[in-house]
């Protein structure tokens, strides 16, 4: 709809626009940072299981673009990074994401050898 408006003696017409409602934006991108995350109940069977508090810092995982800004190096063999300020994330070749240092165990076979 277009709007007459006089501005220092000249009329211009102004355009009003549809703005969609940003709250509905922000439920997704939530929903989306849990897709990794645990829920309820898996935060108390995580909690119950190895007798400690759920701290999201140390347990939820990372998409890289949520790492931190600066220099690091990056392990060739895994994709893990160490950061120069002393903090490390371990990256699952599975889903592609980083956990920060003392999250969660990784277990990989070293030789790659047979358990049989």
Known sequence: MSVPEEVAGEV???EEVAVEDDDDDEEED????DEYG???????DFESKWGVEYDPYFDEPYEESELPVGKYKED???GDRRYENGEVFYKDEAT???????????ARKFW????S
Do not use: C, H, W
């Open 38 to 44: 645990m829920t309820d109940d898996e935060i108390e």
């Open 96 to 106: 592609g994401l980083f956990y920060r240092q003392g999250s969660r165990p990784r």
């Open 12 to 14: 211009a017409v102004v």
């Open 112 to 115: 790659n050898l047979n358990s």
């Open 76 to 78: 060739k063999s895994y």
């Open 30 to 33: 939530e929903l989306e940072d």
